[in-house]
């Protein structure tokens, strides 16, 4: 049985709403924030990150990304992506990858820019340029939504939709800018929102409604 080491409103939200989506057994987790800066936590995920997620032989896996990736292709009877090693779940793994790579840590630089700041004016400047460039890579989902929707990979919903889905509750200066600003984002979120194990999986992240 897997288990989910979990942070409300942090990025195990869109693994414990697969988790729940493809019906697997798993133990939930909960951690404070305090919890995962324990040296004990970087045992299991080095940089101290949510999520990780322990397997059954003890190990565990860390990187968003890299833990969607397995349990795709090792529950692949579920259906949250294409079949692995066909030319569509290398087309799933790029777009995982895009907003993994840069829309996640462009997102993130709003938040934790004082990592790389030296004072004030360095961290409005950050934050400022974190907007700037996550909007850009919105452009770019919104694009595909719209070319090939309604999900990200086309007719077929997939763990692609549940990670925009995280993302876009992070959104900079809120969600419901986002929505507002890109209609096709705003379709798949509806869309999202209306799958009674995501709906159970915000209510428990406290993250039910819409942020502004």
Known sequence: MYKLYNVKAWGSLCIHFMLEE????????????????????????????IPALGLSDGSALFESAAIVTFLVTAHADKGLSPPPGTPEFGEFLAWLHFMSTNLYPAINMGDHGSIYARNADDQAFIASKSVEQSQALWVIIEKRLASEGPWLMGEHFSALDVYAFMLSLWNKPGETALLEKFPAVARLVARLRSRPELLAALEAHGVSSPRS
């Open 22 to 49: 493809m019906e697997i057994p798993y133990t939930n987790i909960w951690m404070t924030p305090a919890q995962v800066s324990e040296p004990e936590f970087r045992d299991i995920s080095p940089l101290g990150y």
